[in-house]
């Protein structure tokens, strides 16, 4: 069922930029709020966050994870934090990595 | 002879129906939802376009590029390592989710799904959290249920409301209730604290009010709390069901009684408590058609997300929000409850 959802009307997580709307919507914005504000910070427009043609392109460039994996290329805690600093928000996880890795 | 079209019932199974008996559903189910709620029905360029997309020749629907929601999970992962049965564990869970089937963000949680059990194994969870945080790139919450019922007797310290109210021992069943709040406050507090403290994206409380209005109490009143010792973390609520139960029947939150909400109400209470996206749930009828139930689920909808300034999510799993009472239900039932949701409801994820 997870799998129809996404076909029919998800952004498609790392596919796109669904990860990066899920966070704003965690920061209470609603949907179109959400993904204007992402769409804004990774200079895209709102119908490219769902397009995996370009996000591919745009998340590699960005070094932000895809769901290939890649020598050279960052993987999970690394792609957060440049994620982070693209949206202009902290994410725990990241605030966490430092606190541990005394950065 | 009328021309047929291919639909589902709350069942999952499928039935040949014509344009009158859709109409007449959509009609019935909008009707009846406004009635309940006491809220606006859907308009009549609403109902034609929900007919439209009940009635459409193709197996599968879809959303206009750019109209895309999120999709969040409950249970996040239970799915693949327990229900399907899959001999993986929870990071491989995870990294599935993210990398092969593309979720918007996922939960890690522990195969019992309640807050209460999850405290003598606190800090296995917080190894896994750290550990998973460290791999995936998409927001990886913290979800389990306030699950009220594990506080009484015999597993719990708390007499059993649902025992005392068959009796007529309504003071005694309320008393249990407040005392039942008590324990879960505090065990969601320290679960979800400790989760934080771990790095952990959000917080799901998922399947509130299955206990009636304290488990609601017990929720609300937690977030509360939690969002105001870690502001930024988001919090996320699923509801049970589209009214709050009054088993206790006179607990308030802010001044308002919890007992009788709908979602456009239950969001609100949210929303105050400092919730960040609020997972609204309407039952399926398992004996009525697609058409009536999700007339019924849009119209609850329409009216939360009307008032809500915060994302509305609609719980779409099995039995809920329109989608069939089924472990599997059909993928033309489903896209459908989707597209309709989000064109015509106009909620913010799924």
């Known amino acids: 069922m997870a799998v129809t959802h996404e076909s029919t009307a998800g952004i498609g997580g790392i596919r796109g930029a669904g990860d990066l709307v899920f966070r704003m919507e965690l920061q209470k914005m609603k949907i179109n709020e959400a993904k204007k504000y992402v769409a804004d910070k990774l200079g895209a427009k709102v119908s490219d966050l769902a397009d995996c043609a370009v996000m591919k392109d745009l998340r590699e460039d960005l070094n932000i994870g895809t769901t290939q994996s890649r020598p050279d290329a960052g993987l999970g805690i690394q792609t957060k934090f440049r994620i982070a600093d693209i949206l202009g928000i902290k994410i725990n996880s990241v605030e966490k990595f430092k606190k541990e890795a005394g950065i | 002879m009328s021309e047929k079209y291919l639909t589902r019932y709350g069942d999952n199974y499928a039935a040949w129906t014509t344009e009158a008996e859709i109409k007449q559903d959509i009609e019935d189910g909008t009707s009846d939802a406004a009635k309940r709620g006491k809220i606006p029905p859907m308009t009549d360029d609403e109902m034609k376009h929900l007919y439209e997309i009940i009635a459409s020749p193709e197996r599968i629907v879809s959303v206009e590029p750019g109209n895309e929601v999120v999709v969040s999970f409950d249970a996040g ?171 206790h029947g006179k607990l308030e939150f802010d001044g308002e009684r919890i007992a009788g909400l709908y979602p456009h109400d239950q969001v609100k209470q949210a929303e105050a408590a400092g919730i960040g996206i609020f997972g609204m749930a309407v039952n399926t009828n398992s004996s009525k058609s697609l058409a009536w139930n999700l007339a019924r689920v849009i119209t609850f909808a329409k009216a939360a997300t009307a008032v809500s300034n915060i994302p509305v999510h609609a719980n779409v799993g099995m039995g809920v929000c329109g989608i069939p009472l089924s472990v599997i239900p059909s993928a033309d039932a489903v896209s459908r409850v989707d597209k309709a949701l989000i064109e015509i409801a106009k909620i913010d994820g799924l």
């Open chain 2, 77 to 247: 992962t239970l799915k693949l390592c327990v229900r399907n049965g899959i001999p993986m564990d929870r990071l491989q869970a995870i990294l599935t989710q993210e990398r092969a089937l593309a979720s918007d963000s996922i939960e890690l949680c522990h195969v019992d799904y309640s807050y209460k059990p999850v405290k003598p194994i606190i800090s296995e969870e917080r190894q896994a959290m750290e550990q998973a945080q460290l791999l995936a790139t998409l927001p990886l919450l913290y979800g389990a249920m306030p699950n009220l019922g594990l506080y009484t007797k015999p597993d719990g310290p708390c007499d059993n409301w649902s025992e005392l109210l068959p009796l007529g021992k309504i003071d005694e069943a309320r008393a249990a209730q407040e005392e039942a709040i008590e324990h879960a406050v505090r065990d969601i507090v320290f679960v979800a604290s400790n989760m934080i403290e771990s790095g952990a994206d959000g917080i799901n409380l998922d399947t509130v009010g299955a206990s009636g209005d304290a488990d609601v109490k017990a929720s609300l009143e937690a977030v509360r709390i939690l969002s105001e010792k870690y502001p930024g973390t988001g919090f996320e609520m699923g509801m049970a069901g589209e009214f709050n139960l009054g088993m």
